[in-house]
């Protein structure tokens, strides 16, 4: 053990430790973006990686990668000590799952975990999470029935024993997966993301004379979690109700059911009364339920703190089991973020009464849409590409929406040439969508056009994800509701927005995105703002007279 005592850290030599294990994340993920092989992770950031105690505490955590993957990997490293007790251990290991109860709460997440040794002693833990180009089974969709139909489940599984990699599991993962190239070079990549980690954690410990990570692991914790409560205390006491509604699947309208209750410098989020889980993949398991839940009100009440496992220990979450947002096994969950990504808007609208100055209105991502081309190209070999681009964010108190930027996630497009030259794809059309953002005094962030050609041989197969075509993002204060989302082909069918569908050589799909509900009374808008918006193309001469009374 350290000799050293977390009250004996001065503030200044806290911080310089913390900036430095953060560091320690953020060179981490750059070793996983410089070496993975899918465009999801080099070029959409649908990935994380985060530095544990010997506990599995969560102490640091990149700056750009997905918030809730950060949140959960703690407690995926958790289970995993719980079936290999940390003495069984040893350099140059791997532990591997995709399992969704628990990890991200869908298969095509891996998360991989290696351990750190310093002295001989095992100190703490490198994680990291990243989306995986294809897991097998029904592509990434939300129209199966059962877990079983969505792809290969990997319970805990020792990857890498002492630096050997098992075939066994390789080839396992290799013989059910259509692109096996990528998703293997993806999860090399984690394990030298993780890599990274090992050595820098070892040159840290030893500038600064530390023996292991558990003093300063505590001293950081208690920091943040003082800095919550802190802000949690700021808030009146009291309990917080809402409800949100989406388009669910087919007949299964989802209606979520919040209740924020505040006692001194904690609060309880729960979700009694919510829809049942159905037969769809919209389920939403607990894990991904808590981290859509805290991280929300951790960017409303503590925006600037550094995030590790004490950000989140003042707030408890619950939800009915059976519930669309605590399903159980083995229920579908391949498109969980469409039920989870609403429990932001919906968090926010409980407390729009006591906080008005620091939520913001409905996002046109939230959840996110996602459509995915699967199939073979003209030299016969397969693909599986997602376009992961996004709607506009909810306009704020003080400020428009930003257009085009997905929240609660933090996933984005990336590159259209990267994601042109790995699938016969071309986008004709990438364009924010006049009058999407929803009208307020602060405008709702645009939502974008996106045309897409398939250029193949072969009929393709196509996935959607998509919510919002018949709830739009709402509006807050005033604020109208953002525009819907569209998906239609070029011969005018629209097709499912959560099925699988086959897309005929040379035919094109339009998907347009939701824009942001607006913040504030339309009318109360600054007039030299409405113009502008109406110079630049963001809105039209007829939402400028009908929705902002502009002569």
Known sequence: MSDRKPDLFDPVTLEVYWNRLISIADEAATGLLRTAFSTIVRESNDYATVLMDRNGDSVAENTGGIASFSCILPRTTKSFLAKFPI????PGDAVITNDPWLATGHLPDFTVVTPIFHRGEI?????????????GGALWSADCRELFEEGIRILPTRLIRAGEWDAVVTDLIAGNVRVPRQVLGDLEAQVVSNEVSVRRVGEFLTDTGLTNLQDVSAALQARTDRAMRRAIAAVPDGTYKSVVEADGFDEHTTRIVCTVTVNGDTMHIDYEGTSDQIDRGINCVLNYTHAYSVYPVKCALDPFTPRNEGSYRAMTVSAPER?????????????????????????YRALESVLPERIIADCGGAPTMRALFSGVDDEGERFSQVLFASGGMGAAPHKDGLPTTAFPTNVGAGSIEAYENVAPLLVWKKRLRTDSGGPGTFRGGLGQVVEI???TERPVRLSLLSDRHRFPPYGVRGGMSGGPSVITLDDGVKPHPKSRTSVDPGRRVTLLYAGGGGYGDPRARNRDAVRSDLRDGYISALAAKRDYGLE
């Open 87 to 90: 003495e069984s251990w040893r």
């Open 123 to 135: 100190v703490g833990f490198a994680g990291s999470i990243a989306h995986s180009p294809d897991v």
């Open 323 to 347: 519930s669309i947002l605590n399903p159980v096994y083995p229920a579908p969950c391949s498109a969980r973020q469409l039920t989870g990504h609403l429990l932001a808007g919906a968090i």
């Open 453 to 455: 050609e398939v250029r």
